[in-house]
């Protein structure tokens, strides 16, 4: 039995930073300047007069070299019939075939070199997640090794810019200083890149080579300099688990190589969660695939935002009439509608305002819309995060790949509440998905007990939260054998879920138990249909939306409707890692090491649980007292650090096509 822990150790573990988390990637990518083929160059290079700048558009003029065809209808709701599109650059045909994506990682020589044990950490998850990505999305694949580009404003100290020279636009002069080309402080060899050469006279063909052409990287369609590294970035907030930024892309906008740097503290932490973090390896992998709000302008198909009578500068995302921040892009918008079951045909799909830069949006979805999807800020434990449907129709709308949405997971958050579900205003009403109070229930998705808390991303809106410890009802482990537990017939096993209960047994009944979530059993007849067994009862049907007495208890269970045996792919995670000894002594007694390590994730954002509050020492109004005093805490202790919401600096627009 766990001892109550005396509340100054509490507020000394609110103020751990570990427990926050973040996702940065907005951040890092706004400072990359991203580099694409020198046909779409920024120039920004003054020498002289005759070497002086090329105006929009005139540079627009010298886009037309590469026409694009088959563009528009080669993208299809699972992977296209059309499987190859042609196009035509500089008046060669080249035939690009559409096949499943090939991500190649490459260690970077400024990598840390990592103790084995841990290089198979970051191994497994990186092989893993590179592993689900390859199986959703395909390119059209161009048939050559990859070869990335030189900066020429780096490797060049003038560029002929006289339009009627034959060396328009090549490089004049070669600057002195010129090494090589690195992407978020990882060096990039060589061998990758491309060659460069000068031109010394404007107009004849003599040049002189620089840098020879790299063999490239066969059988790559994405290169990913993936580092474990205690950076600066993961120095200043250890919260942070991973980040990444793409760094150079091919002529259609497409992301060719981009960094992801895995912070080494979480990585060589003894609560390690190799689940959490081949999630977390996902979420910045689709960040840097194209979910990025960097590159919402780049995504080809815009028919939406401008039948909405906006401009057309490539904006895709624009503010409701409720100041809601909403990404309009075709397939997003059918997904989002067919998920909530809404007949609003232009929906568009919202997106996070927190730790936003003066555009008001992140990178991210609204959580409180699309609560549990990959893609929001702040990813749960692994079994509440799903690949849903809507983010796959994201990168299907980048235009640059297909996705095979039959690897699509089901996201239950929202399914059929409607257009208005998780705003603001509604989300107040106390529903099967938000809650009201602080009270003890279910996740949503009944894997977990949960409190009713809110979050920053949720703004004011309320729901189950697990909490960190002895919340899962899957997990035998949990069972305490003594307490509510017993009871209140509570079982843990491999198939029990969460029910809301109010049930004491016959023999306990001079106790008042009040509604909470309670573990027991469950087993699938049918869909939507189930049986449940409490501790001692039989196999008893528990009809859905409805409440069942139980032989031997006082009181009733609660029977969810679409929730259980509803979906086979929510479900406890399949392989379940021991978690080892904490590395505090003083935390064993209060929680798992989950409580450091598997929370605070990547990139990702993480709440603080109150995972120690275990209703079997104390009694419901002791704990009611203690969130509140801890909810008041928190507050004062936001209002003392302002700077964990970061207000973003006016960045300017850094990509260029
Ligand atoms: C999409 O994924 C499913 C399930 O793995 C697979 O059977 C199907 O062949 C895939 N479709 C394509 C076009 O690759
Ligand atoms: C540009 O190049 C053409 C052809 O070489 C030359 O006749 C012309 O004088 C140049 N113009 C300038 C401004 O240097
Ligand atoms: C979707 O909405 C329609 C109209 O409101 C309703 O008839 C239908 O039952 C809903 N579908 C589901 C699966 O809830
Ligand atoms: C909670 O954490 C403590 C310390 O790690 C552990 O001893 C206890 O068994 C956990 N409780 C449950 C229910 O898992
Ligand atoms: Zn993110």
Redesign the pocket.
Known sequence: MMAFPNPLLLLLLLLMPHIWGKCIFDEVQSSIRVLSPPSSFNWTFKEDD?KREVSPKRQEDWLTHVQIQDHQNAISQDFPHERSKRMIRDGTEVIKKLQPIRIKTWTPRESAVLPQWEKERLDAAVSDAISTVSKLLAVWRVSSTLLLHRDINKYCRFIWR?R??ANFNKCGRASDNYRTESCLGVTIPDEHLRGCAVYPH??QPDLKVIKQDGTGLPDTDVLLYVTAQSTDKCRADSSVLAYSAHCQSDSEGRPLAGVMVICREPLSSEGFSHEHMVQTVIHEMLHVLGFSKELFSKWTDRSLASQRGMDSNGQMVYSDEFGQMRLYSPNVNKALQKHLNTSHTDLGAPLENQDADFRGFSSHWEARVLQGSIMTAMLPEPPLVQIDAVTLSALQDTGWYAVNQSHGQNLLWGENEGAFFGSVSTCIRASSFFCTGSGFGCHYLHLHKGVCQSDQYLEGCRIYKPLTNGSECWKEENETGSGPEVWSGEIFHLDSRCFLSNIIKEDHSSLNASLSGRCYRHRCTGRNRYQIQVRGSDWLNCPPGRSIKVFGYHGAVFCPDKRLCHYQDIAPPTSLHKPLPSLLPFMTSLSRDQFLTEKPTTGLRFDFDPSFLKTSVMTTMGVIAVLFFLGSFMIIYRKCYPSRHRVHALLPYTIHV
Request: charged share 15%; aromatic share 0%; no cysteine.
């Open positions: 005759a006289n009627s020279a404007p107009d």
